[in-house]
């Protein structure tokens, strides 16, 4: 990784350019408007000018360096330090927007009084990047905020970590919360990217503990739109882009793949002799010969029908036929060729927003189509939101906000599955398949082929989602005012499912199973915020509040053998071939109250208090309350008296400490559950757990201690957060005695750490009106520890939660190499020695799937009327698992395909080879480092040159502002990383949350992120 | 000090609000989830006949993914057969497709292996569930349901520990004083009802067995075979099964006359007491299979493992030769017109099989059991043909002489040897003569079955010279009973000492 890092730093090497006397400048606002009647003023001195009516000025400056403090009526002040240069555009915010103001999810507060860790994300931050998915938009962008994607499918779910992950047993995701409504429905992954206004990350616990039992792993609450007071503006964008696979895997060719298939057959005659022979050898042509590559090369093409090996020491001769299908494989077919395609994507979105003092309005509709760069794999999104903010009178407002989504994504199967896409590549090269049989193998035809899924099975999710709340705000007085909302968050899914007969799974007649799925979250919210008047400049602020929420879930299920969902859905519900059980859904209340007290002295210190107490329906009446409090402070050094500086504009230091919760996925595990089954066609009961009324919450408490500081009038801005967030009473499954009919029931018992620091740092290169270079870098370095387990372990593959090690280390034998006179896989018997023997080779830790660090550079360079951006995005100091490399190794003894390098594999006594003997009869997945892999990377996750064209010709088409742009997704990969894609994290669905939690780095037939190539406009008016 | 004032008034808001919260919210936080069955669900007859046909379901080893053992359904009768056969020369097992059956094919049985763990673990989760329905019997208001629904809860346990004790214990004969299970029979609810098992005596356990299969007797007696779910009979047959493995002859004879007065009768030919989709005549006692629940499919299962119709044969190979071998101990050694070894070598699908033994359709060098073919049709757990022929084991025991042999018992051994087309024997045989010909008849009549396994412990603990393979290996030999799992020993200390 250190030329990585080299390389990164020299790209954030600053450069300076010459002095100049007069400025001619120009303050446009947000829409590129010009501002009238701005102040601008050299900091320091008298001299000031004002914009003209276009928002034009001229000002004399002495040496060039001075710094301009821009400001006026309805937007932000902004200091801006000057670099010699002679023309300057200044882009300021309107006082009104949310870009100095920090949504707490309850309350807000501005910037300078947060005590708290957060990081923002703005709006424009979310580049016009193709991506479906706002997890996705938000990876490398912000410090703290680990984002891995678990597969280039679409409309898959992504691994999303704020500060490392804190549990086993319960979830990892942080809570979003979208316009004040805590999500349970996973909606946020569909949201419109184009709707958000900002992004706010909660990190640390006095950000996080208002909300309580959910905020163990973090908050992301995301702001939509809403209206302004000004003249409507129509926006208008649209899309293109083509997506195809980064990167191709090598493997083998047709020649290559039957050299091995002939291998393979000659060692099965030998070691059917084995037991017969001392020393056997082929004869051929007169000839004897052990079996060698050269050999292999010499006659797997010549037509061989049989072949004879003999046996000096005993005198015996043995001939074996060469099996009849050998000799048909003379196909040469790239399966990956048939799998991966250029796919087309197409955004489109509108919006409007505007209005007056009393009614602001935004509205919008979009509507993504992406097709997958996996056959069969598409996903079609539409959106609309509305949002209302009315002054119904000078007390009383309201507020709206209403986003509907209706999703529909043609899935592919599970990336374990003989019938995803991506299997094809162990399907033998030397083979091709038959369209008018059914896309089967033409000479292995009882290998399962994935085209014969992909055109004889369905698979298509649909879901209908709501996400709204309406809220009230009577301001009593400046004092004092109260706020209440309602929100709901509402999702609608159904999966079709369908296999005809000529599928693997599909029964004779076909099979079909339709699941739909009904969640149902509701959120009621209302505080009170006072502020009184305090003497000289302090500010106290109190807020006390309280919240009901509601999550409901219900499961239909239905599933007969018949070959379509019309069919299945017209089946009468006593006939026989249906399956149809009733399943029981979620439920869970949280019922809190919450306050906040904010105190700030001067503008030198502000203290925060926190604390929600949360009562929770998922645990037994003497646990079912718990109470999170934290407290934090901050000083802005910079306003203190003895602080003087020329350089460092601003410099505050931050610290918190605080205690949030987490809790378990299911709902009712403190009493006896039961399932459904039948037996004998009568209806029965299965105990599913015993009640356990001691579990409670896992508890983190997190210190933070951070600072914000300023250069060279904020030239160069930033932060440092260093973190202990301890997690305590662990929820872990621990070993019970069978007699109970449990093997293991869970209990709060085990530790785990994660110690981190956050590097944030903004910098303005450049600015001036023809130029202008920004640059953002954020890097996170996380260490994750399981510090207690009391004694226990658990393993999952090769992942598993050990005391004393990250969460998820790598646990599995080591390889160590090929012994050299018979080609066994050689592993570290664990005493220095080596051993043949994979079972007796302990299992040692060996890797690490959790970083070391991650992050993302981003540079912005505009150039008149051209703006290139880039952003990099780097994980590093990561292991990762080659699953894929492990199956398609191990296939080799069904002949099917694998990666070329395994050619270089040992074939006779003496060889040195990197990989084992084929082994025709070892039948079990040995995994082993031999896959282990590094899986750090630096991606050129998004590049993007507009133009926009000058307001001056568009003002003439009556168009406000009008940009065209081209650019690349996932462009460039700088890895060592021998898979398709280092951006990947797969579990098997079947190990549940502990599988999920515990398996971290698993690379299985997963897909890559698509490269993406786009182009698209952008039009207001 | 104005803020530390508001600061205070503020305290006192939240104090009052987490006051009101404690006070009104237990309720607004007690819920439910569509269809949940949560809590203590057993609060009246409805209920509780889920709850007992949940037990029945496990009981049965009705299929409940790969780590749910099979109990009576499967396991219990594999691995009682896996231990006695003898490895290659007889039988052989496919590992790759049905992992962790090798041990007991090797007569080397770890504490790891995860057959004996699910086996175990699913053996208690049953006796668990059973012990919650006795302890709420008095939800259940209508007399003759509660009669019923406890002699069938009683019986699943007396069985369920019978087989049990019988696998995990040394036999009753010679060390009923020895340890050798636990003994539940109170529910565990609560995590907190988890305690530390120890070990009860060999006796102990029969003693619950009998208690428990005798109350059960009595409450089922009027109701005759029960629709097919435990009856008196299949008491009085697990009742007899018990006293035989005591080698209590006398009490067993008793049960088995009670069991052979009932209304069953012997199927005209051996074959047709198997893969019937409903009982026949002759069954007592088995596990009802449907499409929808069953023991398994394609790799799980009793008929997965002797069906040979699919990609890979049968799991459970024989080789041909052992059906009339007489250099294999304790083989069944067919005489040729014995219509019981009759190899079916032209059917290519279940359906066709017509007699108890059958060509693998893909190891065409090898034969199957055809007595499990069908994963919709019942398993036989007790048929009448053990009845008669341990009957006349009991008589014979009580008295052991010859010529005559005693009629009862004559005629119970030539009702199954004339049905397979063998010959009557005379009531001129000796004690010996009779004796050896029926214990050769157990061998033919319930081979793969899981009967002679245990045959072979109650008669090596009755003083018998009896082997387990050509190895000579004695049935009471530690590495017949099945090892306590590892996982249960870390988890109970003490228990495995």
Known sequence: MKPILTCLVSLLIVFTISAQVTLRGTVTNENGEGVPGATVKIDGSSTTATTDENGNFTIQLSDGYETLVVSGEGIQTQKIYLTGQNSLAINVKSSGSSYNVVNLGIGSQSKDQLTSSVSSVAAEDVSPAPLINLEQANQGVTAGLFVQNSSGKLGQGTTVRIRGGSSLSASNQPLYVVDGVPLTSGNQSNINPSNIESIEILKDAAATAIYGTRAANGVIIITTKSGNTGGMQVNVDYQFAISQTPKKLDIQSGDESRIQTFESILRGFEVGIAGLTVDPEIEIDGQRTDITRSFLETYFDQGLTGITFVDDATNQSFTFNIPSFYNELTSNTDWQDEIFRSAPSHRANVDIQGGTEQLGYFASVGYTTQEGILVGNKFDRFNGSVSLDSKITDKLSANLNFNFIRTQDDRLNDDQDLGAPLQAIVLPPSDSFDPSDNYRLIVRSLEYNPLTETNFADNQATSNSIIGSLGFRYEVSDKLSFDVNGGIDRSDSRLERRQGPETLDGAPDGRSQLSEQLTNNYVFNGWATYSPDMSGDNKLSIIVGGSYQKSTTSFDFRQANVNGISILESLNETDASLFEEPIQGDANVFLSSYARVSYSIGNLYDFQLTGRMDGSSKFSEDNRFGYFPAASAGWNINNADFFSSNTISRLRLRTSFGLVGNAPIDDFLYRRNYIRTRYDDEDAVELANLSNENLKWETTSQFNIGVDFGILSDRISGSLDYYIKTTTDLLFPVPVSQTSGFSTIFDNIGTMENKGLEVNINSINVSNSDFSWTTDFNISFNKNTVTDLNGEQAIVGVNAFLEGESAGVFYMRKFVGVDPTNGDALYDDGNGGTTNNWEDAPRQIVGDPNPDFFGGLTNSITYKNWTLSTMFQFVGGVDLYFATGEFLANSGILNLGQLSRESNRWYESGDTAPYPALNPFQDEPNSSTRWLEDGSYVRLKNITITYNFPSDKLSGMGLRNLSVYVGATNLLTFTDYIGYDPDVSYFDPLDGIIGQNISRGIDNFTAPQPRIFMSGIKIGF | ?497
């Open chain 2, 1 to 497: 000090m104005k803020a530390f004032k508001t600061i205070h008034t503020m305290r006192q808001a939240v104090a009052f609000l987490i006051l009101i919260a404690f006070a009104g919210c237990n309720d607004i936080l007690d819920i439910d989830a569509e269809n949940s069955l949560s809590g203590n669900i057993l609060v009246d007859q409805a209920s509780i006949e889920n709850a007992l046909n949940g037990a029945y379901y496990n009981l049965y080893g009705i299929n409940d993914g790969s780590d749910g053992g099979e109990l009576l359904g499967g396991d219990f009768k594999m691995i009682a057969t896996l231990l006695t056969r003898q490895v290659n020369l007889e039988v052989s097992w496919d590992e790759t497709n049905a992992p962790g059956y090798e041990d007991f094919v090797r007569k080397s049985v770890l504490e790891t292996n995860i057959r004996v763990e699910a086996n175990w673990r699913r053996g208690y989760e049953t006796i668990n569930i059973v012990n919650d329905i006795l302890a709420n019997l008095d939800n259940i208001e209508n007399n003759s349901a509660r009669m019923q629904i406890e002699g069938e809860a009683l019986a699943i346990r007396g069985i369920l520990y019978f087989e049990m004790v019988r696998l995990w214990g040394p036999q009753f004969q010679g060390s009923a004083n020895d340890l050798a299970i636990p003994l539940i029979v109170d529910p565990i609810q609560s995590v907190d009802d988890i305690g530390t098992p120890t070990k009860a005596s060999v006796s102990a356990i029969y003693t619950q067995i009998e208690s428990d299969l005798n109350a059960a007797s009595t409450n089922l007696q009027s109701l005759g075979t029960n629709n097919n779910r435990i009856s008196y009979f299949a008491c009085q047959a697990y009742l007899a099964k018990a006293a035989m493995q005591r080698n209590d002859y006398s009490a067993a004879e008793g049960f088995l006359n009670n069991v052979i007065g009932g209304p069953f009768t012997l199927e005209s030919r051996s074959f047709d007491a198997f893969n019937n989709p409903t009982n026949s005549g002759e069954e007592i006692l088995v596990v009802e299979q449907n499409a929808a629940s069953n023991t398994g499919t394609n790799t799980t299962g009793l008929s997965a493992f002797f069906s040979s119709f699919n990609d890979f044969g049968s799991t459970f190979r024989i080789q041909p030769s052992s059906l009339n071998s007489s250099f294999l101990a304790n083989n069944p050694m067919f005489s040729d017109e014995d219509f019981r070894a009759n190899i079916d070598s032209v059917s290519s699908s279940a359906d066709n099989v017509d007699s108890l033994y059958y060509l693998d359709a893909v190891n065409t060098f090898t034969i199957s059991s055809a007595k499990f073919l069908r994963n919709t049709d019942v398993i036989p757990l007790v048929r009448l043909a053990e009845m008669h022929l341990s009957r006349a084991e009991a008589i014979l025991e009580q008295n052991f002489t010859g010529d005559p042999i005693d009629a009862t018992a004559l005629a119970d051994v030539n009702a199954i040897r004339t049905r397979a087309g063998l010959p009557a024997l005379l009531d001129t045989l000796t004690a010996f003569e009779f004796y050896d010909s029926l214990i050769v008849e157990r061998n033919r009549e319930l081979l793969y079955e899981g009967v002679i396994f245990h045959d072979l412990k109650r008669q090596a603990a009755n003083g018998l010279t009896a082997f387990i393979t050509n190895s000579n290996l004695d049935p009471l030999d530690d590495r017949f009973i099945l090892p306590i799992p590892q996982s249960e020993c870390d988890a109970s200390p003490g228990l495995c000492n």
